[in-house]
Every structure is written in C-alpha cells, then in structure tokens.
C-alpha cells in the first residue's frame, strides 16, 4: 500500500527558513528517486526538487542554492530544507516519486511566506 504523509510546513516571514519532510511507504519508492513538488494557488503543480540513487539531487532554477533535499532511506522519509524563503515560494508543497506517480500524492503541507 501507498502512502505519503507532508508535515513541518507552516507561515513565516521573507528570509525565513522550514524543513518540510515526507514519510512514505510502499515497495515501490525503494526502486525510485523521490522528488517535492509545489503548487501554488491556481496553478498547475510544478517540479521543485529530486534526490536519485546515489544522492544526485536536481532542483528548479528558481529554489537552487535556497533549498536542500535529503533522503533517509532507513526512516523511509525524504526531506527539504528551504532557507532564504521568498513570497513567491508560497505553495502547497507535495512529495512523491521522481517521476511521480500520478495516482499516488499525499496531502500536502502548506507554506506560505510573508512579504
């Protein structure tokens, strides 16, 4: 069974930092990479960061340097670090595969950034 379960978002201010984290199960993240992905109000859901086999991580131009992304293999929890936090960060922000399985996204945890 899948699950995917966000905690740690919340409101702070500009230049702020959170670390959210994502504790998932199911067999079948341990044969992926894991990835967190936004979406902001009337958006579509984005790409925001990824963490392959081996640690490799790939993140959106606009969170690079800002934002970390680790995973813990043995907790079974993917997390992401966000420091230097800017308005336009607000979101609702999702961890799934990368890529992600489109029938399979968790809650979410909402963070929103004040100006």
């Known amino acids: 069974q899948v699950e995917l379960v966000e905690s740690g978002g919340g409101l702070v201010q500009a230049g702020g930092s959170l670390r959210i984290t994502c504790k998932y199960s199911?067999?079948?993240?341990?044969?992926?990479?894991m990835g967190w992905y936004y979406q902001a109000p009337e958006k579509q859901r984005e790409f925001v960061a990824s963490i392959g086999h081996g640690g490799i991580t790939t993140y959106r131009d606009s969170v690079k340097g800002r934002f970390t992304i680790s995973r813990d293999h043995a907790a079974n929890t993917v997390s992401l670090q966000m420091n230097n936090l800017k308005p336009e960060d607000t979101a609702v922000y999702y961890c799934?595969?990368?890529?992600?399985?489109?029938?399979?996204w968790g809650q979410g945890t909402q963070v929103t950034v004040s100006s």
């Open positions: 799934n595969a990368y890529p992600p399985i489109p029938t399979d």
């Open positions: 199911g067999r079948i993240f341990d044969f992926n990479g």
